[in-house]
């Protein structure tokens, strides 16, 4: 009897410590977007067709496919460290067709609030390639900021407003060549 009481009092005191376990682990705070450890990855993926008219008479239809991935890492809370590793836009336009291709560091201040929504700053530095007939490059530079909206579960909406001075100097060019980029931008990304 002594022995089977032994038992008992073992495997009571395994699930005591057992419960107590599972309490504290359950107790512990979940985490939420924005805090050091988090890792974001999604990005944006658009299509356009434009078709110009005037006086009645339609022109050229411009095709605009864009392509832009997102990569980040929050090294302390609210600071994110991202990466536009690869975005591609493709335009097409009575029979020529131009691609770009970027690529971005982003760091970025994510704001902390008491709710689902994430105001954020981003600064864009890179590097801009175009080629169509021939092949333009240069570094490029701009800002985003915007929202970034919890809608379900580790799932953002990130909508913003951006601006990007893109150069694309030919070789040997004393003068600035490029575009200055002013956008309205919508994306999903998913954390970690």
Same mark, same amino acid.
């Given at each position: 009897?002594?022995?089977?009481?032994?038992?008992?009092?073992?495997?009571?005191?395994?699930?005591?410590?057992? &419960?107590?376990?599972? !309490?504290?682990?359950?107790?512990?705070? !979940?985490?939420?977007?924005?805090?050091?450890?988090? $890792?974001?990855?999604?990005?944006?993926?658009?299509?356009?067709?434009?078709?110009? #008219?005037? @006086?009645?008479?339609?022109?050229?239809?411009?095709?605009?496919?864009?392509?832009?991935?997102?990569?980040?890492?929050?090294?302390?809370?609210?600071?994110?460290?991202?990466?536009?590793?690869?975005?591609?836009?493709?335009?097409?336009? $009575?029979?020529?067709?131009?691609?770009?291709?970027?690529?971005? #560091?982003?760091?970025?201040? @994510?704001?902390?609030? !008491?709710?689902?929504?994430?105001?954020?700053?981003?600064?864009?530095?890179?590097?801009?390639? !175009?080629?169509?007939?021939?092949?333009?490059?240069?570094?490029?530079?701009?800002?985003?900021?915007?929202?970034? #909206?919890?809608?379900?579960?580790?799932?953002?909406?990130?909508?913003?407003?951006?601006?990007?001075?893109? @150069?694309?100097?030919?070789?040997?060019?004393?003068?600035?060549?490029?575009?200055?980029?002013?956008?309205?931008?919508?994306?999903? &990304? #998913?954390?970690?």
């Amino acid at each position: 009897m002594r022995i089977l009481s032994q038992d008992c009092g073992r495997y009571l005191v395994i699930m005591v410590l057992l &419960t107590m376990m599972v !309490q504290v682990a359950s107790g512990q705070e !979940q985490k939420s977007f924005a805090t050091e450890g988090t $890792g974001e990855i999604g990005g944006n993926i658009s299509f356009q067709s434009l078709t110009p #008219v005037a @006086n009645g008479v339609s022109g050229d239809a411009t095709t605009i496919f864009a392509f832009s991935p997102f990569v980040g890492y929050f090294p302390a809370d609210g600071f994110e460290i991202g990466l536009d590793p690869l975005g591609i836009t493709s335009i097409s336009s $009575g029979g020529h067709s131009t691609t770009e291709v970027m690529f971005f #560091v982003a760091p970025a201040y @994510n704001f902390k609030t !008491q709710s689902n929504v994430y105001p954020f700053i981003e600064l864009l530095l890179g590097y801009t390639s !175009q080629s169509n007939s021939s092949t333009e490059s240069g570094f490029s530079w701009g800002g985003r900021g915007g929202v970034k #909206v919890d809608v379900v579960s580790h799932a953002l909406l990130n909508l913003g407003v951006e601006y990007l001075n893109i @150069n694309l100097n030919p070789s040997g060019a004393v003068n600035r060549y490029g575009i200055d980029e002013f956008a309205l931008s919508a994306g999903f &990304t #998913v954390w970690l």
